[in-house]
């Protein structure tokens, strides 16, 4: 099983909208809703934002926001702020209890 | 409050063995497996696999087959990660990962950095 695709780099600046894509199969992005999404800062343990494609955890701001269609899924993030500069990943369960990452996203606030 | 902390960083000579350790509070140990988590320097992380943390039942990642191994004390609701034959390419951070509802994982550890040197 491969890595779920990303883009290896994206860009905004405050207050825009960017969206980070996912891209990947029949037998795991585009076959279970169970995408999730993760951020993590330099040095950091990553951090759940979105989960089942478009759920956010407690605590996880409105501005993220996820969705899915086909085998590709995305991240959104609005109103973009500083500190939102960090890599996010995604992941998708892809059957027999296993599960994928993408390759990681960096994303620059510029 | 969730915790998962994991043991301090390790440096090893290629071909000695490592155990990682990862200490739950906070929650029922058992009702959640545990997952762990690879991330080269400078690279994206990697599913190595997870372990039932009612059985004690391993399940691997293609690739983390043979000198990975998981393994539990739940009298201190604790989960371990033995690597053995210690390569270079195993120098990494390792993470633990409890298992919300077996897709997503809501609490991490702070990692553990294993570095293999020759």
């Known amino acids: 099983q491969s890595a779920l695709t990303q883009p290896a780099s994206v860009s905004g600046s405050p207050g825009q909208s960017i969206a980070i894509s996912c891209t990947g199969t029949s037998s795991d992005v585009g076959a279970y809703n169970y995408v999730s999404w993760y951020q993590q800062h330099p040095g950091k343990a990553p951090k759940l934002l979105i989960f089942d494609v478009s759920n956010r955890p407690s605590g996880v701001s409105d501005r993220f926001s996820g969705s899915k269609s086909g085998n590709t899924a995305s991240l959104t993030i609005s109103g973009l702020q500083a500190e939102d500069e960090a890599d996010y990943y995604c992941s998708s369960y892809a059957s027999s209890n296993t599960l994928l990452f993408g390759g990681g996203t960096k994303l620059t606030v510029l | 409050q969730v915790q998962l902390v994991q043991s301090g960083s390790e440096l090893k000579k290629s071909g000695a063995s490592v155990k990682v350790s990862c200490k739950a509070s906070g929650y029922t140990f058992s009702s959640h497996a545990m997952n762990w988590v690879r991330q080269a320097p400078g690279q994206g992380l990697e599913w190595m696999g997870w372990i039932d943390t009612n059985t004690g039942n391993p399940t691997y990642a293609q690739g983390f087959r043979g000198r990975f191994v998981f393994s539990l004390d739940t009298s201190v609701s604790t989960a371990y990660l033995q690597i053995t034959s210690l390569k270079a390419e195993d120098t990494a951070v390792y993470y633990c990962?409890?298992?919300?509802?077996?897709?997503?994982?809501?609490?991490w550890g702070q990692g553990t950095l294993v570095t293999v040197s020759s």
């Open positions: 990962a409890r298992d919300r509802s077996g897709s997503h994982f809501d609490y």
